[in-house]
T-cell receptor
Framework: GQQVMQIPQYQHVQEGEDFTTYCNSSTTLSNIQWYKQRPGGHPVFLIQLVKSGEVKKQKRLTFQFGEAKKNSSLHITATQTTDVGTYFCAAGENAGNNRKLIWGLGTSLAVNP | NAGVTQTPKFQVLKTGQSMTLQCAQDMNHEYMSWYRQDPGMGLRLIHYSVGAGITDQGEVPNGYNVSRSTTEDFPLRLLSAAPSQTSVYFC???????????????FGNGTRLTVT
């Protein structure tokens, strides 16, 4: 079935450094969502991208959807300790009405103060 | 507004025991789903429902049953627990089952299940 590859699996940064996680698909996606899960918590929806080449910003977070709608990225500028957690992408299939989400395995971010 | 409420938060079962994980949402969401989360495996869909009376299997449905008699509730039943079902279980809902696009999911706080 369709898969979404998310890289890297882990990232350890110093506070103030930038961070990027990527999601890649071999097939065209309908849309992509990003979630954040704090340690011991539950996934929390961050944003949804639906248009080719779309870029959205939330404060220090920048989300991009590729022109071919096969990849996406989340970039955090000047990380803070509050950014610690696992970031997941979840992609909508580009097929009919059966739109289940396909989840990446997540990128765990650790931030050294 | 409570959102998505899961009970219990923690549970320990012995192999072969049965139990029901409860999930309720007060947002009038059409779509509800159950996921399990295991280290290194991400989130895997167990079962989902697009409305009262309608359920369907996800990618890992074996060993689990669900029903959706009301819009608000979507319980997950383990008929005969196995150690392989040790996991964190999340219930999630969204306003609608995506037509053009998927709707954002609202997750409960999770149930941490250990089967010995």
């Amino acid at each position: 079935g369709q898969q979404v590859m998310q890289i890297p699996q882990y990232q350890h940064v110093q506070e103030g450094e930038d961070f990027t996680t990527y999601c890649n698909s071999s097939t065209t996606l309908s849309n992509i969502q990003w979630y954040k899960q704090r340690p011991g918590g539950h996934p929390v929806f961050l944003i949804q991208l639906v248009k080719s080449g779309e870029v959205k910003k939330q404060k220090r977070l920048t989300f991009q959807f590729g022109e071919a709608k096969k990849n996406s990225s989340l970039h955090i500028t000047a990380t803070q300790t509050t950014d610690v957690g696992t970031y997941f992408c979840a992609a909508g299939e580009n097929a009919g009405n059966n739109r289940k989400l396909i989840w990446g395995l997540g990128t765990s971010l650790a931030v050294n103060p | 507004n409570a959102g998505v409420t899961q009970t219990p938060k923690f549970q320990v079962l012995k192999t072969g025991q049965s139990m029901t994980l409860q999930c309720a949402q007060d947002m009038n969401h059409e779509y509800m789903s159950w996921y399990r989360q295991d280290p290194g495996m991400g989130l895997r869909l167990i079962h989902y429902s697009v409305g009262a009376g309608i359920t369907d299997q996800g990618e890992v449905p074996n060993g689990y049953n669900v029903s959706r008699s009301t819009t608000e509730d979507f319980p997950l039943r383990l008929l005969s627990a196995a150690p392989s079902q040790t996991s964190v279980y999340f219930c999630a809902s969204s306003p609608r089952f995506g037509t053009d696009y998927n709707s954002p999911l609202h997750f409960g706080n999770g149930t941490r299940l250990t089967v010995t």
